[in-house]
């Protein structure tokens, strides 16, 4: 089975959209004259992860693992290279929204998204 998504080596469901893009560290400050002085740092890669819904095994590990403020291990198919990226990043803006399927009798978590920025 393809790998599309890992966090600290445990396997979720294949998520519906993953995107890569990068965060500029930078650092403003004001001259004696009044202008700002902006200065590129350096930049983290971000990853964020969508799903269309999530069971609710699914979503206590995902919840699980992002909880707190430590850092987490999170391997993701690169849809661009084809190949899988792996970071250790700090989770941030976990989104959710409870569903109940009634067809099947089960709670369920939709919409589900979160950002990964490298340390």
Known sequence: MAVFFKINSKSIHAPSGISFSYELLDKEERTMDGTMVVDIIGQKKKITVDWDYLSKADMKTLSEEVSGNTFVTVTAHDTVSGELTTITARA??????????WANSRLMWKSVSVDFVER
């Open 92 to 101: 941030k803006n976990l989104k959710y929204e409870p569903y109940y399927d």
